[in-house]
């Protein structure tokens, strides 16, 4: 189990830088006047999107490894069902990288730096909720 929860945690923290810098990546696009330097800006989002995407995997396999090893308990947990709302939000938040990384490459996004700004403090909000009840398990 221990193996499990070390697994876990080190693919959620790779998975979360990720979801860090993406977002930060979009902000310089969309600032960028130029045209090189938004060329290597977009190849570089999506090149970090394929690479993050595969530690978000895992890091829910993992997760769920461990919900399988103790069921009876992490099933009936409150706390757990919270955190799984916001692991749920946070997987539509990387998709909708992914969506926003497609429309960087393709040169169809109009969105603003100050969007991308919004959008880049999301994954924040919710590390600080999950960590909280991952630790404290209220309830």
Request: net charge positive.
């Amino acid at each position: 189990m221990l193996w499990l929860k070390a697994l876990h945690i080190i693919f959620v923290v790779c998975w979360f830088a990720g979801l860090f810098y993406l977002p930060r990546i979009l902000v310089y696009f969309a600032a960028s006047d130029s045209p090189q330097a938004r060329a290597q800006l977009a190849i570089m989002a999506r090149r970090l999107y394929r690479f993050v995407t595969p530690f978000m995997v895992l890091a829910i396999a993992f997760g769920l490894a461990m919900i399988g090893m103790n069921h009876d308990y992490y099933l009936q947990a409150k706390w757990l069902w919270l955190k799984l709302a916001g692991v749920a939000f946070l997987v539509g938040y990387h998709v909708q990288c992914g969506r926003y990384v497609k429309a960087v490459n393709d040169d169809t996004d109009a969105r603003s730096h100050v969007f991308y700004r919004f959008f880049n403090e999301v994954p924040v909000l919710f590390l600080f909720g999950i960590v909280l009840l991952a630790v404290l398990k209220p309830f």
